[in-house]
């Protein structure tokens, strides 16, 4: 297969060309969303909300079929229901903020793989789950083209108050910071980026594109603002990658996506020469240096 | 220019936190260019009587003047120094990062840095003495550094009045005679330190005056008349904190 047939060929397709912009465009604001992810250690909490979208995607399916708004709104319920409905029971009862998010994800998620089993469609199951590159339509991609500029315009325009939050949120409020909009606008954001990105990514594996490239970039840099263009640069390099091997390999295209950012993630780990676990090895497992 | 006029004023200032009181109608000047140790057991309102210095503290009773203004008009003047341990030090951050940080108030989010933001940057780790390590990670610090780093970003930030939350918490006795050597040189250029602090005899070691809560207030004035035998007693051992006179540098 000659280098034209490998790269240029698949995007003669139009889906294709739908599906590799949609990913790039999220590929963008995920490793920008991703950086606050992982250094605000929401991480896990970042999975859970993902998973907890899918009744509200199923229920506006069957209210409203494939409507691209539709779906969008109804994840975007969902994930906003779990976010305030976690943070309502650690506040009312003794269950700590984890266990409520944990309790709430699995009983959302396994109420949308109940809805979607029983859809009246010939939608199945593993596109939610995995994403399906054949099903970004027009709409789609103008979707997640609209989060992601607005995604990178929040961040150019608040990097400040982004950055005094995520390091030192009470710093950030001495000096007149308002903490809870800031973080109230990431939740957001977040969930927004994450419906965008169901179609391409599946709702199981949308959060591979937000954290994979940030904590790959966490591994390799010092400066918060090079970790997020890193972070920026490893998601595209990885969207495009990602959507050839899913042309190529036959492969879901939220699982190829995954898997391309997964190996430079597990490179990181391995190669980084500061933070790296060659490095820790070699310096005989000594442990970092604590205040 | 050393006046002694009272840079803070408190008048009657209580705060509460759903039914719980955690200060009770305090009552206090602070005079200008000096050290002020703010002391108590844990819950006595150290902490809540900073807070409530810089505004975010809605209070239930009374009224708070920084100088001659309202906290939240006041904000640029006074500077605060969280506890060390509130920040994840590998965060993706220099030295020099932090310390810029102590320009974002005055800068709003979008003006860049200028040269005058710079130079004061500059002074900041130049006066705290880490100047040379301004191009490293954070993580990559002493304990003793790592306050250092805080203290240069309140300096850079170029107010006169400093608020610290608990700073001998997890030093070394190393690093807490170095803090005590800074707090001395500030308060002689004239800046007013506030700091709630633990440990007592570090308390009369290092500041000129002293209050001592209990969430109302039993004592404040020269360091050592606020210690006393008496005030001590009242402060600490009744009820709630039975231990907490001794020489217990770690905090809550």
């Given at each position: 297969?000659?280098?034209?047939?490998?790269?240029?060929?698949?995007?003669?397709?139009?889906?294709?060309?739908?599906?590799?912009?949609?990913?790039?465009?999220?590929?963008?604001?995920?490793?920008?969303?991703?950086?606050?992810?992982?250094?605000?250690?929401?991480?896990?909490?970042?999975?859970?909300?993902?998973?907890?979208?899918?009744?509200?995607?199923?229920?506006?399916?069957?209210?409203?079929?494939?409507?691209?708004?539709?779906?969008?709104?109804?994840?975007?319920?969902?994930?906003?229901?779990?976010?305030?409905?976690?943070?309502?029971?650690?506040?009312?009862?003794?269950?700590?903020?984890?266990?409520?998010?944990?309790?709430?994800?699995?009983?959302?998620?396994?109420?949308?793989?109940?809805?979607?089993?029983?859809?009246?469609?010939?939608?199945?199951?593993?596109?939610?789950?995995?994403?399906?590159?054949?099903?970004?339509?027009?709409?789609?991609?103008?979707?997640?083209?609209?989060?992601?500029?607005?995604?990178?315009?929040?961040?150019?325009?608040?990097?400040?108050?982004?950055?005094?939050?995520?390091?030192?949120?009470?710093?950030?409020?001495?000096?007149?910071?308002?903490?809870?909009?800031?973080?109230?606008?990431?939740?957001?954001?977040?969930?927004?980026?994450?419906?965008?990105?169901?179609?391409?990514?599946?709702?199981?594996?949308?959060?591979?594109?937000?954290?994979?490239?940030?904590?790959?970039?966490?591994?390799?840099?010092?400066?918060?603002?090079?970790?997020?263009?890193?972070?920026?640069?490893?998601?595209?390099?990885?969207?495009?990658?990602?959507?050839?091997?899913?042309?190529?390999?036959?492969?879901?295209?939220?699982?190829?996506?995954?898997?391309?950012?997964?190996?430079?993630?597990?490179?990181?780990?391995?190669?980084?020469?500061?933070?790296?676990?060659?490095?820790?090895?070699?310096?005989?497992?000594a442990p970092r240096r604590h205040p | 220019?050393?006046?002694?006029?009272?840079?803070?004023?408190?008048?009657?200032?209580?705060?509460?936190?759903?039914?719980?009181?955690?200060?009770?109608?305090?009552?206090?000047?602070?005079?200008?260019?000096?050290?002020?140790?703010?002391?108590?057991?844990?819950?006595?309102?150290?902490?809540?009587?900073?807070?409530?210095?810089?505004?975010?503290?809605?209070?239930?009773?009374?009224?708070?003047?920084?100088?001659?203004?309202?906290?939240?008009?006041?904000?640029?003047?006074?500077?605060?120094?969280?506890?060390r341990h509130?920040?994840d030090w590998d965060?993706?951050?220099?030295?020099?990062?932090?310390?810029?940080?102590?320009?974002?108030?005055?800068?709003?989010?979008?003006?860049?840095?200028?040269?005058?933001?710079?130079?004061?940057?500059?002074?900041?780790?130049?006066?705290?003495?880490?100047?040379?390590?301004?191009?490293?990670?954070i993580r990559m610090l002493s304990g003793?550094?790592q306050?250092?780093?805080?203290?240069?970003?309140?300096?850079?930030?170029?107010?006169?009045?400093?608020?610290?939350?608990?700073?001998?918490?997890g030093?070394d006795?190393?690093?807490?005679?170095?803090?005590?050597?800074?707090?001395?040189?500030?308060?002689?250029?004239?800046?007013?330190?506030?700091?709630?602090?633990?440990?007592?005899?570090?308390?009369?070691?290092?500041?000129?005056?002293?209050?001592?809560?209990?969430?109302?207030?039993?004592?404040?004035?020269?360091?050592?008349?606020?210690?006393?035998?008496?005030?001590?007693?009242?402060?600490?051992?009744?009820?709630?904190?039975?231990?907490?006179?001794?020489?217990?540098?770690?905090?809550?």
């Amino acid at each position: 297969m000659s280098l034209h047939d490998f790269i240029i060929v698949p995007f003669s397709y139009e889906f294709m060309r739908r599906g590799l912009v949609s990913a790039m465009f999220l590929g963008v604001s995920g490793g920008l969303l991703g950086c606050i992810l992982v250094l605000r250690r929401m991480a896990l909490m970042g999975d859970a909300l993902s998973h907890s979208l899918l009744p509200g995607i199923a229920v506006a399916w069957l209210l409203f079929g494939t409507s691209t708004t539709a779906l969008f709104f109804g994840g975007l319920v969902a994930g906003l229901l779990t976010a305030i409905g976690s943070a309502l029971l650690s506040r009312l009862t003794r269950v700590k903020e984890d266990a409520a998010f944990g309790s709430l994800f699995v009983l959302f998620f396994g109420a949308g793989v109940a809805l979607i089993s029983k859809l009246p469609t010939r939608v199945n199951l593993a596109d939610f789950l995995f994403g399906n590159v054949l099903g970004v339509s027009p709409s789609d991609m103008r979707l997640a083209m609209v989060v992601s500029i607005g995604t990178a315009a929040v961040f150019v325009l608040f990097h400040r108050s982004i950055l005094l939050e995520t390091f030192d949120p009470v710093f950030h409020r001495a000096t007149g910071g308002k903490g809870g909009l800031v973080h109230m606008s990431f939740l957001t954001l977040t969930v927004l980026n994450l419906v965008a990105a169901m179609q391409t990514m599946g709702v199981v594996l949308a959060l591979g594109l937000f954290l994979l490239p940030a904590v790959s970039a966490y591994l390799w840099c010092d400066r918060f603002r090079s970790m997020l263009l890193l972070s920026v640069g490893i998601a595209l390099a990885g969207s495009v990658s990602g959507i050839l091997l899913s042309f190529h390999a036959g492969l879901a295209s939220g699982a190829s996506i995954v898997l391309c950012l997964g190996a430079v993630f597990l490179g990181s780990v391995v190669l980084s020469p500061k933070y790296g676990a060659v490095t820790a090895l070699r310096r005989g497992l000594a442990p970092r240096r604590h205040p | 220019m050393l006046t002694r006029e009272n840079i803070l004023q408190f008048r009657g200032v209580t705060v509460r936190y759903g039914r719980l009181t955690a200060l009770d109608s305090i009552t206090l000047d602070i005079p200008c260019g000096e050290s002020t140790a703010v002391l108590g057991g844990n819950g006595a309102g150290k902490s809540t009587l900073l807070r409530s210095i810089l505004g975010w503290q809605p209070l239930a009773a009374g009224e708070i003047r920084v100088g001659d203004s309202h906290p939240h008009h006041a904000r640029p003047r006074v500077a605060y120094v969280p506890q060390r341990h509130v920040v994840d030090w590998d965060f993706p951050i220099t030295v020099r990062g932090v310390v810029e940080q102590g320009r974002y108030p005055s800068l709003g989010p979008f003006r860049r840095l200028s040269e005058a933001d710079q130079e004061l940057v500059n002074g900041a780790l130049d006066e705290l003495g880490i100047a040379d390590l301004a191009a490293r990670q954070i993580r990559m610090l002493s304990g003793g550094q790592q306050q250092r780093v805080f203290l240069a970003r309140a300096v850079a930030q170029g107010g006169d009045i400093f608020l610290l939350d608990e700073p001998f918490a997890g030093l070394d006795l190393f690093g807490a005679e170095e803090l005590v050597h800074i707090l001395k040189n500030w308060e002689k250029q004239g800046r007013t330190v506030l700091a709630a602090v633990h440990d007592l005899a570090l308390a009369r070691a290092c500041f000129t005056r002293g209050i001592l809560l209990d969430t109302s207030l039993v004592a404040s004035g020269p360091i050592a008349e606020v210690l006393s035998e008496a005030n001590v007693d009242r402060a600490f051992r009744q009820g709630r904190c039975v231990h907490g006179a001794g020489h217990e540098g770690h905090h809550a």
